[in-house]
């Protein structure tokens, strides 16, 4: 049952730094699907649990802008330790709020520490590689944050549903099997498997949008002209096979999601919401590496004392 007021969030102001991580910790893991060997879609509401309405906005724009201000902190100490890194790939309907997402969450990230990659239609280069190869060209260095806003997994999705863009893909026609989607399944894991065994905190995020919802954000992109560069014909088609897509992820993200490397799946009819739990679901992440600063030995301690000295003595 939906609560009736967002005033059941808290005022996290007053939290300490180990506190608010535990409650980033207990709010992402709503949507944390883990072992995916279970998940039904279904099972996951595009809506919000709290039913946010203008009073609310304060708040929620508090909320996300202490989880902005957490990540900050944390991708810092990320980079001076330099030997962690965190990938982040965003997948998502047309419209579900991938780039605002991304844009919000990650306002405060110093850009020396975060990359983020887009990846559209493959190129003819990228054709003449496997289909890990464009992605892996981007993954994110030790002590920095990588964001990939679509990945590899589009060849599990969009050419699952469009079958015939594998007749483009210059495969060898005995590979094109019944297999073929089971095959790229388990050469994800493996991959994905590899980079956490070399320090690649790997996290997926699906975001949820229901179809009337991007019914609505459609039309306000054809009415507002500020959006109308946002929209094309293609996304209207694509629309037309949503229900082919919602099995595709379903699958997907059954077949996918590991404890090492979850999939969270995270409400999106309601943007506000969706950015606060995609930044708790890195928060947690991050914290996860136990990540400090590293430590400067007694005699290089000694010697800034030292230039300390000169300095002042200037």
């Not at 863009?165 to 019944?178: A, R, V």
Request: proline share 4%; net charge positive.
């Amino acid at each position: 049952m939906k609560e009736k007021t967002a005033a059941k969030l808290e005022d996290l102001t007053t939290l300490s730094k180990k506190e608010l991580i535990k409650k980033a910790r207990k709010f992402s893991d709503k949507y944390c699907v883990g072992d995916g060997k279970k998940f039904r879609l279904k099972d996951y509401d595009s809506k919000p649990k709290l039913n946010l309405g203008p009073e609310d906005k304060p708040l929620v724009k508090q909320t996300l802008q202490l989880g902005v201000a957490a990540l900050a902190t944390m991708q810092d100490v990320l980079y001076a330790q330099d030997k962690w890194s965190l990938l982040v790939i965003f997948q998502a309907m047309d419209a579900a709020g991938k780039d605002g997402a991304i844009k919000h969450v990650m306002s405060g990230v110093n850009p020396q520490g975060c990359q983020v990659s887009s990846f559209k239609a493959p190129s003819s280069e990228d054709l003449d590689h496997d289909f890990l190869w464009r992605c892996q060209k981007h993954l994110p260095e030790r002590g920095r944050i990588g964001i990939f806003n679509r990945s590899y997994y589009e060849e599990v999705l969009v050419v699952r549903v469009h079958k015939q863009i594998l007749k483009t893909q210059k495969l060898p026609e005995k590979l094109i099997t019944d297999d073929i989607w089971e095959n790229r399944f388990k050469d994800i894991r493996n991959f994905e498997k590899y980079l956490t065994r070399n320090g690649v905190r790997v996290i997926k995020i699906f975001l949820n949008v229901s179809k009337d919802e991007q019914k609505k954000r459609f039309i306000e992109r054809v009415d507002d002209p500020d959006k109308n560069w946002k929209f094309s014909s293609a996304d209207a088609r694509e629309r037309g096979y949503w229900d082919d897509y919602m099995s595709a992820y379903e699958e997907m993200i059954q077949n996918t999601s590991t404890e090492d490397s979850p999939w969270y799946v995270v409400p999106a009819d309601n943007k506000s919401y969706a950015r606060i739990a995609v930044a708790s679901a890195i928060i947690d992440a991050l914290a996860g590496m136990k990540l400090e600063y590293p430590k400067v030995s007694e005699e290089k301690i000694a010697e800034l004392n030292e230039i300390k000295k000169a300095l002042l003595a200037e």
